[in-house]
């Protein structure tokens, strides 16, 4: 039983100054965490409790799953990290320290590298596939802005899974009972989320989805289609290549536009100077083309530009993850020296691609189909190009999707139009393939005796996270409101008054309830206004609130339902049989 | 259930070249444990199973005895460890490193600041006291030597519990809390352990007693009273002053002893030319004198001259914890030079000592008593002093306890001999006092309004050593033996032959078993020889082994004690009940 009079917890009144989101807010006001450094926290007596329920839903469900828990250290060794070249490709995400012989050494941002060493260190031949191994685990990530509490830390709790294949019929296999793995879980965790379609990113492979969790702080932005169900990552959405595009009046033609370095200007002057016969110009039918350095994670650097229609802007995620494990930085004034074939505000796609004399890298936004006609730079300073036709007058190396993503856009499934929203990634799930099997050589035998490369899943769960993502969605003004899966009590019980008889009879109550099961968290505060202990049940958010006070020589207490606010009186000799059924305890199967 | 067919284990038949001891060779060769960097290992499943219920018992006896789980970083800031000086006082132990802002951080070896800081910013006053915290928790140590797997890694978990009081009363009383949840701990876990007065050493404080497990294997010396019960870390053990001592014959005088560096050369040189009229010239009667370099946190250096009986060398771990948190190092020809009072091989205490003319700090045994008298260097080459009288001819400025201590030894409780042990250090108990209290200003207001400073325990079980000093002293030579309580299993099935009716047999029985509760562990490899599964079942070391074979046509099948090697043969229809019986589940009260 918890007693608000002994436990290592005091509420705050007031929100803290750095507490960006309702969940940082109130999981520090209610005494459930406390900030020991950027990004870095510790868990007080009653969110470890929280967190502990979290995990054990999470590890419940991976072991009913057949997958097999198993504990990789957090501080490693450079060694397999350099193989894949992870060590510098994680940049300075990755912390890296030294023992004190100088070995290199990193603290673990997740564990590829060594899961597939252990099975090539233990597993030899296909007839010890598939299997499915799973921590969970402390990780390490030096993020840049690390945020929002628990959302976004610097060390955090992730439960990753891996799974071995000896094919990818093998994998995807695998990674559908993940998936449905992750659904159970998610779901006895009362968390409301949606499976979205993801980039694999850095992480190379195949197919990949996230789980995200709806909320407005999330930092994930996802699209959603109301009509047929399709979502995904706004970096993975795929655009629809229009059926309908502007087509041309004849042969491209060099017009002189002074002072049109911006769309904007370059459509205001064409409407006064150049007028379109059919209908007013607009910045969709201009082709914007916006320069950028990439940097290989060699070190290597090289321009490179893409073309998108007027109207949008390069979205740096989309473009982020289209690119990587290369980054993209801006392109400076002592870059273009490097390269005047690129003028600035009039640069065209004429003198672009690989196979041009330029040389520069080009890449066109889906939109920009063959066949389509634009006004573009015409690579001298104050002149533009109209009629300017895709696959006819200009090519492309190939296509990426880094524009932004809007509202309305059509959805790629059905064309409907697309809604756009924020979740936290609570979840995300892999296809991997062989790259880390490859790279550090983990080969089985098959049936006929050969030596094949190991195909790889990667699933990976946000366990504190997942605490913050749950405040996120429950909670309102006044409190936390947890689900009774994870709250860190069943019942928070406030004993009113300082009447004896009340006290005994308040004690009796809760260790009876205990002795059946019930979570009991009781407020047996003396010398604490009844104001004060509402306060507080109210922002601890267990979900059952038990009052027992004055109704009590009528024998009844009140009953009050967290979330919901419903109270009504019960009478004491039906009161254990409601809190076996609002509690965790008969929920356990 | 768990099943040899699909479980990530591959047993070794051979003992891995760098096992230095029977835990490591064992959880190594039977697939528990791997190692990934020096004293940096991974659990696979069966290891971590262990290891997670050598966690649960001792959370669930942290639990009951009141203490209130929270869980702090690893990760943590350099601020807190500077307060208290330990950043720079832990050397290279310390796991420093650095952030993406060049912020200092470190990996955490314990967490006294942590908690202190902790309990400062939620408690002020004595009315939230007596509070005792823990947590479960992964440390990370830079050990110079890490050795015996497990047993001493770099990356261990510890549970470490921390107890704030008002005063020194209210620490006696939960620093004897924190021991009876001790004893109960190590009893549940089945280890054979003894509580031994210790040093408290670096960390400051009084009373200290640590928890040894015995193994022969153990890094602790200890010593023990057959007769009064008296027992301490050899660290800690106090010299008995003699009652009989050498008594001078008269004024001290010089003879020349020619080539007597060595205190073997010096007392056979006395013998020849010197001859005592009493009995023989003995090691014991001459008085040594070793000069140290000693280094103090602050990095500046001294000479320190230490006098202990020609028979006894100096030990570095007494010496160590004598001087902490000043480190030693050897007196070099350099530094020889630097201090031409001291002549090597004939140092007399003549010249040392605070107050003499060479300043030079020195220290003595406890046996060298006042009024004793001594054969000693007479600070000249090739020259002893005899009779030179402890009081009369010379002083020391403190007693000191750097002397080995040796099988034989009197005990200091009641004078009689003292055995000398190993053990694995599994628990040590501090009373730390107001060190870090008053370090990190942690104080609350008392009845009267007045502001104290707390006064702080710090308790600590290493969890991941637990685990090899259980494998230490449950083993033979052919595997593990694991007490019920901690074993991955509570039955380990052996299905012989290739039978279909015995395969379905052994299934249902598992079936049936593992539905009351019993853990199974299941051996239903087909194509592997009823030899190698046997040898399996001793190496993995489940404490219950099940034959399901050929006496099945007869009703019967083999039960097995591990660790006994005892086996009957047991009715079908009674299994159950005998399987319950000696399992986990009827034991979890």
Same mark, same amino acid.
């Given at each position: ?7 290592? *917890? ?11 989101v ?18 870095? &926290?510790?868990?007080l ?8 329920? #979290? ?10 799953? +057949? &997958? ?13 990290y ?8 994680? +940049? ?10 100088k070995?290199?050494?990193? /603290? ?6 060594l899961?597939t ?12 596939l598939?299997?499915? /191994?799973y921590?969970?685990?402390t ?11 628990i ?41 409301d989320?949606?499976? #979205? ?12 989805e996230? &789980?995200?969790?709806?909320?407005e ?9 109301? $009509?047929?169900g ?32 911006? =769309? ?8 006064? @100077? /150049?007028?379109?016969?059919?209908? @007013?110009?607009? $910045?969709?039918?201009? *082709?914007?083309? %916006?320069?950028l ?10 321009? *490179?530009?893409?073309? !998108?229609p ?10 982020? $993850? ?28 004429? %003198? /672009? ?10 890449l066109?936004?889906?939109?920009? !189909?063959a ?10 300073? +104050?002149?533009?190009? &109209? ?7 200009f090519?492309?190396?190939a !296509? =990426? ?5 809007r509202? +309305? ?19 995300h799930?892999f ?7 490859? @790279? ?40 936390l409101?947890?689900?009774v ?31 059946e099961?019930?979570? !009991?968290?009781?407020?047996d ?11 507080d049940a ?15 020589k ?10 919901s606010?419903?109270a ?13 059924d609002?509690? @965790?305890?008969v929920?356990?199967?």
């Amino acid at each position: 039983m918890l007693r608000m009079s002994t436990l290592f *917890l005091r509420t705050l009144r007031e929100d803290p100054v750095d507490a960006e989101v309702p969940s940082h807010r109130l999981l520090q006001r209610a005494g459930y965490i406390r900030r020991v450094a950027p990004g870095i &926290f510790t868990w007080l007596p009653l969110g470890w409790r929280t967190y502990r329920n #979290v995990e054990n839903v999470i590890r419940t469900e991976m072991d009913a799953a +057949g &997958f097999q828990e198993m504990h990789f250290p957090a501080l490693l060794p450079r060694e397999p990290y350099e193989r894949t070249n992870r060590w510098s490709e994680y +940049g300075d995400t990755l912390f890296r320290l030294q023992d004190r012989r100088k070995g290199d050494y990193l /603290l673990g941002p997740t564990h590829e590298e060594l899961f597939t060493l252990a099975v090539k260190s233990e597993f030899s031949s296909y007839k010890d596939l598939p299997i499915s /191994l799973y921590q969970i685990q402390t990780k390490y990530r030096d993020e840049a802005r690390p945020r929002a509490g628990i959302l976004r830390g610097r060390e955090f709790v992730m439960k990753d899974s891996y799974s071995f294949d000896i094919d990818d019929e093998g994998l995807a296999n695998s990674y559908r009972q993940h998936r449905d793995a992750y659904i159970r879980t998610f779901d006895r965790l009362g968390l409301d989320y949606v499976i #979205v379609s993801a980039m694999s990113g850095a992480m190379g492979g195949s197919r990949s989805e996230e &789980f995200l969790a709806r909320s407005e702080v999330g930092e994930d932005t996802f699209v959603e289609c109301p $009509a047929c169900g399709y979502a995904a990552n706004t970096e993975a959405v795929t655009t629809l290549a229009p059926a309908e595009y502007n087509r041309a009046l004849g042969e491209p033609h060099i017009e002189e536009t002074p002072e049109t370095s911006t =769309i904007e200007a370059l459509v205001s002057y064409a409407q006064d @100077a /150049l007028p379109r016969p059919d209908r @007013a110009w607009q $910045a969709s039918d201009t *082709l914007k083309n %916006v320069v950028l350095l990439v940097t290989d994670p060699d070190g290597a650097s090289r321009p *490179l530009v893409i073309g !998108v229609p007027g109207d949008r802007a390069i979205d740096e995620k989309r473009l982020e $993850a289209a690119l990587a494990p290369a980054t993209v930085s801006a392109f400076t004034d002592e870059d273009f020296e490097q390269y005047p074939v690129l003028v600035p505000g009039y640069i065209g796609p004429q %003198v /672009l691609g690989k196979d041009s004399e330029s040389g520069i890298e080009y890449l066109v936004d889906p939109r920009v !189909v063959a066949g389509s006609a634009w006004v573009t730079g015409a690579n001298e300073p +104050g002149r533009h190009v &109209f009629d300017l036709v895709m696959g006819r007058d200009f090519r492309a190396d190939a !296509v =990426i999707e880094a524009a932004e993503v809007r509202q +309305g856009d059509p959805c790629p499934v059905c064309g409907q139009p697309l809604a756009i929203e924020r979740g936290i990634e609570i979840g995300h799930i892999f296809q991997l393939g062989r790259k880390y099997a490859e @790279a550090l050589g983990l080969q089985v035998l098959d049936e006929n005796g050969e030596l094949v490369t190991v195909t790889m899943g990667s699933y990976g769960i946000g366990v504190s996270r997942a605490v913050a993502a749950i405040a996120e969605q429950s909670h309102d003004e006044t409190g936390l409101c947890w689900p009774v899966a994870v709250a860190p009590a069943d019942v928070h019980v406030v004993v009113m008054g300082k009447n004896p008889d009340v006290l005994a009879a308040a004690e009796e109550l809760c260790e009876q309830a205990e002795a059946e099961g019930v979570r !009991v968290l009781v407020d047996d505060r003396t010398g604490v206004s009844a104001g004060v202990k509402f306060n507080d049940a109210e922002l601890l958010g267990i979900p059952t609130i038990l009052v027992v006070g004055r109704g009590l020589k009528d024998g009844v207490v009140e009953l009050r339902d967290r979330a919901s606010g419903d109270a009504e009186d019960v009478p004491v000799s039906e009161i254990l049989a409601r809190l076996l059924d609002r509690s @965790a305890v008969v929920r356990t199967d």
